[in-house]
T-cell receptor, first 112, second 118 residues
Framework: RKEVEQDPGPFNVPEGATVAFNCTYS??????FFWYRQDCRKEPKLLMS???SGNEDGRFTAQLNRASQYISLLIRDSKLSDSATYLC?????????????FGKGTTLSVSS | SAVISQKPSRDICQRGTSLTIQCQVD?????MFWYRQQPGQSLTLIAT?????????ESGFVIDKFPISRPNLTFSTLTVSNMSPEDSSIYLC???????????????FGPGTRLTVT
């Protein structure tokens, strides 16, 4: 089983749509979870950290299910500018600065 | 967040030569890392750059091929040695801020160095 698995997509949606991405991870000891966004030919940028209670930042909502080792990202009211690759990222054990394990990314294309 | 700069931003090199990539962070950081992203792939960790000591390499990466230095908290270099076309990739530096005492230990990335080996 791969350490972090994502549906690669692509997800092609119209503006205003709601889209959800899912991710599973294999290391049950992982403590930190993130969604990063990567635009073409750019570096990954932190979109949001994912907390056990779930968290929301504007149109973006992240959920974590530790029992199922499952992470999700919901994007509401999609904008053209949301088009990018979304990377599910998991930290290792509870240790400061442990390197990140990246999923292969889910590609989103929002069209007008 | 942190501002991370890398140079060069891109280079085209001949096989058999070496290239050193520099990474500078504008904040005090705890950890620095070097990643590689090959075309169409996600990021793969090369090593953790340890201040004042040898880097910690991941499986499949060795010091002779990717020597790393980190002389202080905010600066690190990665050298890609004896390059071959298979080393063509984007190399990214990342850092965790010193103030990140508890999870989630967010990491920030430099803009990357796009290397092409001919």
């Amino acid at each position: 089983r791969k350490e972090v698995e994502q549906d690669p997509g692509p997800f092609n949606v119209p503006e205003g749509a709601t889209v959800a991405f899912n991710c599973t991870y294999s290391n049950s000891a992982s403590q930190s979870f993130f969604w990063y966004r990567q635009d073409c030919r750019k570096e990954p940028k932190l979109l949001m950290s994912v907390y056990s209670s779930g968290n929301e930042d504007g149109r973006f909502t992240a959920q974590l299910n530790r029992a199922s080792q499952y992470i999700s990202l919901l994007i509401r009211d999609s904008k053209l500018s949301d088009s990018a690759t979304y990377l599910c990222v998991v930290n290792g054990a509870n240790q400061a600065g442990t390197a990140l394990i990246f999923g292969k990314g889910t590609t989103l294309s929002v069209s007008s | 967040s942190a501002v991370i700069s890398q140079k060069p931003s891109r280079d085209i090199c001949q096989r058999g030569t070496s290239l050193t990539i520099q990474c500078q962070v504008d904040s005090q950081v705890t950890m620095m890392f070097w990643y590689r992203q090959q075309p169409g792939q996600s990021l793969t960790l090369i090593a953790t750059a340890n201040q004042g000591s040898e880097a910690t390499y991941e499986s499949g990466f060795v010091i002779d091929k990717f020597p790393i230095s980190r002389p202080n908290l905010t600066f690190s270099t990665l050298t890609v040695s004896n390059m071959s076309p298979e080393d063509s990739s984007i190399y990214l530096c990342s850092a965790t801020l010193l103030t990140a005492e508890n999870p989630p230990y967010e990491q920030y990335f430099g803009p990357g160095t796009r290397l092409t080996v001919t």
